[in-house]
Nanobody, 128 residues
């Protein structure tokens, strides 16, 4: 499993960015895909996840209504559309893949440990 994230950058508060993650080396459509982030001096935290079929999504409360996760199984891509960005969204964003069942991962509150494969991260900086 290989994941390559891109799309980060510097944006003003209130702006938008779209992160992309290209996957290879596995049957993409059976994996849950997630986005996590890690701000300086803080632990990595869950942001959003999408089921293999794309039928179900889940978000942390602080990004609900602002971020949208989506996937293109034909092209093995997952996206994170981020709108109304805030300075507190500043972090390195990572895409991740989990082969575990959706109900198992959601029961565990989307712990990073449930995601066995990770991309290299892309930096998002939101200026005030």
């Amino acid at each position: 499993v290989q994941l390559q994230a891109s799309g980060g950058g510097l944006v003003q508060a209130g702006g938008s960015l779209r992160l992309s993650c290209a996957a290879s080396g596995y049957t993409f459509s059976v994996y849950i895909m997630g986005w996590f982030r890690q701000a300086p001096g803080k632990e990595r935290e869950f942001v959003a996840a999408i089921r293999g079929s794309g039928s179900t999504t889940y978000y942390r409360d602080s990004v609900k209504g602002r971020f949208t996760i989506s996937r293109d199984n034909a092209n093995k891509m997952v996206y994170l559309q981020m709108n109304s960005l805030k300075p507190e969204d500043t972090a390195v964003y990572y895409c991740a893949a989990s082969p575990r069942p959706w109900n198992s991962v959601i029961a565990g509150s989307f712990k990073a440990a449930d995601f066995g494969s990770w991309g290299q991260g892309t930096l998002v900086t939101v200026s005030s």
